[in-house]
């Protein structure tokens, strides 16, 4: 009896360990079907987790954590005699691309593609209210580390997949948080129920409201300068990015819709074909819709599918129809799409692209190996060496902190001078290049990217295009540069003297910073919050041996009697790495003694964001990041809602983002800014102060030909049907940079030269001020610089004004035309939009 026993006990213990060994599905670990609910992000991560510990195929990275503090991770998944030597994969593909380990300084080892693994990346889930992918990931990871799924086995044998399974946690959580707390019982497809609406920001945005697949290139935010620092360590040869669409919509794959830019390969051409059939045969099958060609482009240069094609990658969006689907919504068509649904034709998708990456393992690195080699030994786009004058270290440091992050080499100085295609004249000229210019050599890995970004003028051989046409970085910073066709190596690989000189025992009269650039915005922030009064020239002058201009912050004994007041301001600029000039004496050399009444007091701004219904989220959430993240400086965020009930007498300034407001703006606002308030109004809230009492701002009226009558009159064309996207480009302006005459005597143009370059997303443009407001942005004909403008819009888009201020009552009314700080890449506006919080209407 007792040997029974002790055999049965051997028996379920062993039939125990059989069972806690056998890997859990995500319906068995999760304890329901995927589509039957949302999965919360610490769930997901939870069995991504799980996953890797219970399976040798498998390591788990986390590379960050986002702005709400939810951890940020990758998995890699590949055959059990690979994922022990990860990172002599690694290497060995960054020196495929003629990269060292640190992805910093070009290589000479050679490597062989023989039997090296292909690197497979799918990202899902980068918009928070496109939730389904995320769902699919865990499946994915699960059928790819299943013992029983022999052909996934297999295709290990030569891939190296990466799953990402949540790009953007915070926007998802916000979602799934909305769907959940409004869900019934039983989900309801009738799309007007609540749950398919959600409210403002929505879940697509990060926690500042940054759509995160337009940051790729740029990376100015968290969550994307993580991801980009494990992405550059490996560059893949496949990359997928994970989307879903609106629910009416039909799945979408490669190949992309034109324009492509002319720097894509024709491999990567040809494999988006192939990898669109091998997809189309599975969708096939299942007897589901889909289509390719159209609609999703391969240009703007921040995508994740663009960003991988331009650093040697097959990249590729896939879309799922599903945004704001919920659970289940009946379509237009008549049909019940279900989360479900969703799940598994991006799970079928992914399985389909590894698939298929292994089977041209071989090719698809070969391949990559020739596009970083043709990199290195024949760069693309006329220009070889592009060299960045530096009248300006702040905004250099700027430029060169984000090339670094993306790989792209540089260096400083050239012993002689150059002639090359000067961005700011556009036209061909010879420059004498400084120790510390910036000299960047095409003739590196990441030549392609570096054609894309700093090429004056894209080509766009299709107009209808998804996204921004324009984006020239030398632009995008304000900076002046030249582009060479010779090819020339920068002499040194650091700045010289850019330290500035390190004071101590000071006892000065005052304290001059230059006022040019953001870092001078931080430290100007940085002495308001310690409670020091600055304050301003409005004129030029010098003074001990140096010249200063207009804007040039004083930071004065006088009005600062505090013990340590040296020691403070010393400090402040040091923790900055900041130059101020100490002077010993108010009496200047030439201009307006510091007592003049051309030196204005700098109040502490009290600063009213508005946000709600009605405003772009992500033009408001540029704002918020740029006082936040970027200067450092507190900012009241208020719903529009509630302005009707604010004691504005609180705030000294009120920032109206991008928006459509009902009311506006209402007797109570009007009334704030005549006793002293500071509006500033941001493109299409400009638009809503035309004709309205008070407010000198007009629409410029397009031009009539009075001459006409009946009789010359022209029929208009008849308009046709298929042509009806190709007439509403005559009025499109998708994001095109034009060249503003600025007054850089007024505060909104301080500290930049006489000419700032907008980027223009429409062809809004207003009649000159009167008498009682100063143009200070003007544009005159010929003003054009890069990017697509429909017809009708390059006509209408001369002779006007785009930045202007107004005195109303005692205060002031700031406009705004264009976005000053885009995705917030567009460096050369965020002292516009500093002079307009600090130094307006002082």
């Known amino acids: 009896m007792l040997k029974k026993a002790f055999l049965f006990l051997i028996f379920l213990s062993s039939v125990c360990n059989a069972f806690a060994q056998e890997l859990r599905s995500p319906e068995r670990y999760l304890g329901y079907k995927l589509g039957e609910q949302f999965t919360p992000h610490y769930k997901i991560v939870a069995y991504f987790r799980y996953i890797a510990d219970a399976s040798k195929n498998v390591k788990l990275v986390q590379y960050g954590t986002t702005n709400e503090g939810r951890p940020l991770i990758a998995v890699f998944i590949a055959s059990y005699e690979n994922i022990g030597k990860l990172e002599q994969i690694r290497q060995n593909n960054l020196a495929l691309a003629g990269l060292n380990g640190s992805n ?84 309801d497809a009738n799309p007007a129920s609540r749950e398919h609406a959600e409210p403002w920001p929505g879940g697509r945005i990060n926690h500042y409201y940054f759509d995160l697949n337009r940051d790729w290139a740029w990376q100015t935010q968290k969550e994307t300068q993580a991801r980009l620092a494990l992405y550059n360590q490996w560059l893949p040869q496949i990359h997928v990015d994970y989307h879903e669409q609106g629910f009416n919509a039909p799945y979408y794959f490669a190949p992309a819709a034109e324009p492509f830019h002319k720097v894509i390969t024709p491999w990567q051409r040809e494999f988006q074909t192939i990898i669109g059939k091998n997809n189309a045969k599975h969708f096939d099958q299942n007897g589901w819709l889909y289509f390719t060609k159209q609609e999703f482009d391969l240009l703007y240069p ?7 094609i331009y650093n040697g990658s097959i990249g590729m969006t896939y879309e799922q129809g599903g945004i704001s689907a919920g659970l289940a919504v009946l379509t237009r068509s008549g049909d019940t799409l279900t989360l479900a649904d969703r799940i598994a034709h991006h799970h079928t998708t992914s399985l389909s692209t590894i698939e298929t990456a292994s089977a041209y393992a071989q090719k698809l690195v070969d391949e ?219 009496f200047v050399d030439k201009g307006a003694d510091f007592g003049s009444d051309v030196i204005k007091y700098i109040r502490e701004p009290r600063v009213l964001l508005v946000n709600g219904e009605g405003v772009s989220a992500e033009a408001m959430g540029e704002v918020w990041h740029f006082f936040e993240q970027q200067i450092n400086y507190p900012i009241t965020i208020v719903r529009y809602k509630d302005i009707e009930k604010t004691r504005l007498s609180d705030f000294d300034v009120a920032i109206f983002p991008d928006g459509t407001y009902e009311d506006f703006p209402s007797d109570k606002l009007q009334n704030w800014v005549r006793d002293g308030g500071k509006l500033i109004a941001l493109e299409n809230a400009v638009s809503q102060l035309v004709d309205k009492k008070g407010f000198g701002i007009k629409k410029k009226e397009e031009k009539k030909d009075d001459k006409t009558d009946d009789k010359t009159k022209v029929t208009a064309p008849i308009k046709l049907y298929d042509e009806r996207d190709r007439d509403a480009l005559r009025s499109s302006v998708p994001g095109a940079i034009y060249k503003i005459n600025l007054d850089n005597s007024h505060p909104l143009g301080f500290g930049l030269p006489a000419w700032y370059y907008s980027l223009k997303l429409s062809d809004d443009i207003y009649d000159f001020l009167g008498d009682d407001g100063w143009n200070v942005g003007t544009i005159k004909k010929d003003a054009y610089i890069s990017g697509f403008v429909g017809q009708k819009s390059k006509e209408k888009i001369n002779d006007g004004m785009l930045l202007g201020v107004q005195s109303l009552g005692r205060g002031t009314v700031v406009y705004i035309v264009d976005d000053p700080i885009f995705r917030s890449f567009w460096e050369n506006g965020k002292l516009l939009l500093s002079n307009a919080v600090f130094m307006v209407g002082e």
């Open 302 to 308: 921040s995508y994740g599918d663009t960003y991988p």
């Open 368 to 586: 990559f190996k020739k596009f970083y080699d043709n990199s290195r030994a024949n760069p693309p786009g006329e220009y070889k060496t592009y060299v960045i004058q530096n009248d300006n270290n702040d905004k250099i440091n700027a430029l060169t902190t984000m090339l670094t992050r993306n790989g792209i080499q540089y260096g400083f100085g050239l012993k002689n001078s150059v002639t090359g295609y000067n961005y700011v004249t556009g036209k061909t000229e010879s420059y004498a290049v400084s120790a510390n210019d910036l000299v960047i050599n095409a003739y590196q890995p990441k030549s392609v990217l570096l054609n894309v970004l700093f090429e004056p003028k894209t080509f766009v051989a299709d107009s209808n295009t998804y996204d921004i046409t324009a984006w020239s970085l030398p632009y995008a910073y304000g900076l002046k540069a030249y582009g060479v066709k010779e090819s020339f190596k920068p002499e040194n690989a650091v700045m010289t003297g850019s330290n500035p000189a390190v004071l101590s025992n000071m006892h000065a009269y005052a304290y001059v910073s230059a006022w040019r650039s953001v870092n001078d915005v931080k430290f100007l922030a940085a002495l308001i919050k310690k409670g020091i009064k600055v304050r301003y020239s409005e004129k030029p002058f010098e003074a001990a041996g140096k010249k200063f201009s207009a804007g040039s912050l004083l930071i004065t004994r006088a009005g600062n009697d505090m013990p340590g007041f040296d020691q403070e301001i010393v400090q402040a600029a040091a923790s900055f790495n900041h130059e101020i000039t100490p002077l010993t004496t108010g």
């Open 104 to 187: 910093t300084k070009t290589t000479t080892t050679s490597s062989s593609t023989t039997n090296t693994p292909v690197i497979c990346w799918l990202s899902y889930n980068v918009h928070g209210n496109e939730p389904a992918s995320s769902e699919a990931a865990m499946q994915t990871l699960f059928d790819m580390v299943d013992p029983s799924n022999t052909v996934a086995h297999a295709w290990l044998k030569n891939t190296v997949v990466v799953i990402d399974p949540c790009l953007n946690p915070d926007g998802r959580e916000r979602y799934v948080n909305f769907y959940n707390s409004v869900r019934g019982v039983t989900p």
